[in-house]
């Protein structure tokens, strides 16, 4: 049996109207995300084929495959959960005081972000993380699906910024869709990632 499938939304296609149109949402969770879910499945087929056959000729581009597809697949899950309709402002509570801490204000920390966002060179992300080794928050640019970031590090807030995301909607004015999206962050679910990041951190520490 596949060990991946593609989770439902929660909340419809058009849910985030105008800031991300329909359309988009449609091909990006039934095509693009079903792809990478897909992709995942096929790398780990091909190397349990490869266990059993014992041929590895092909293993660099079968683990290339599985970290670019599981990435996808890991980013888009995350990705759509930290976004809802109409729940715009900033985050309050432990989260709020962090960012605080962590950027120096929740201003700083979106300027911060969107600078990150836009500055990323082909495809990516923009990631806000929580590092178990600082226990800290911190802003990271993931390269394609997988690149760039730090091991161990836990994402709580991302961006996708491939072409895919926003290109239908906005063009080649990306700015005016990284502003959108500060429309439609799910604080809550961030705030819950941030915890739960938190508090696994503290545990595993505690058994090393
Ligand atoms: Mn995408």
Do not use: C
Request: proline residues 4%; aromatic residues 12%; negative net charge.
């Amino acid at each position: 049996m596949a060990p991946y499938t593609l989770p439902e939304l929660p909340y419809d296609y058009a849910a985030l109207e105008p800031h991300i149109s329909a359309t988009i949402m449609e091909l990006h969770h039934s095509k693009h995300h079903q792809a990478y879910v897909d992709g995942a499945n096929n790398a780990l087929a091909q190397m349990a084929e490869a266990r059993d056959t014992g041929q590895f000729q092909n293993i660099n581009r079968l683990e290339k495959d599985l970290a670019f597809h599981l990435g996808g697949h890991v980013n888009h899950s995350i990705f759509w959960t930290n976004l809802a309709p109409g729940s715009d402002g900033s985050p309050e509570g432990e989260l709020g005081a962090a960012v605080d801490e962590f950027f120096g204000s929740f201003d700083k920390f979106k300027a911060h972000f969107t600078a990150a966002a836009m500055g990323i060179q082909g495809s990516g992300w923009a990631v806000l993380s929580y590092d178990p080794v600082g226990a800290q928050l911190v802003i990271q640019q993931l390269f394609d699906q997988q690149g760039n970031t730090a091991q161990g590090t836990i994402p709580v807030l991302q961006l996708d910024m491939w072409e895919h995301a926003f290109y239908l909607d906005y063009r080649n004015v990306k700015a005016d869709y990284v502003q959108a999206f500060w429309n439609i962050i799910n604080w809550e679910n961030v705030h819950q990632r941030f915890a739960a990041a938190r508090e696994n951190a503290a545990a595993s520490l505690l058994m090393s």
